[in-house]
């Protein structure tokens, strides 16, 4: 199984869940995030003082899938989160040992069906 992470602008969120459930993957975790990467910040000015917003408001998706089908949901959030423009976000995968289904007890793959 792999565990796959994606940060993304937030309004690219409904294209790539939309996407994701289309190939089948239908539960997922969504959190509000903020940071930067060579985006870096920007300045603002607020009743005429400048500051520097450092932080960039991202969204972060954590989905576990089948180790058949994560080349397909890695493809399927690149091409739905991709603006062309900088800041687009990053994927990371990473693999894992094992999953339990609190309520069943079921293991594995089973766990994240």
Do not use: C, W
Not at 8 to 17: A, G, N, Q, S, T
């Amino acid at each position: 199984m792999k565990k796959i992470e994606a940060i993304i602008k937030p309004f690219k969120l409904d294209e790539v869940k939309d996407s994701l459930n289309e190939i089948g993957i239908q539960g997922m975790t969504i959190t509000e995030a903020k940071g930067f990467g060579r985006q870096k910040g920007h300045t603002e000015l607020y009743r005429g003082a400048e500051y520097v917003v450092d932080f960039i408001p991202k969204i972060k998706i954590e989905i576990i899938v089948p180790d058949n089908i994560a080349d397909k949901a890695i493809e399927v959030i690149e091409k739905n989160a991709k603006t062309g423009k900088i800041g687009d976000g990053k994927i990371f995968v990473s693999s894992i040992e094992d999953a339990v289904r609190i309520r069943t007890g079921q293991r594995g793959e089973e766990a994240i069906r």
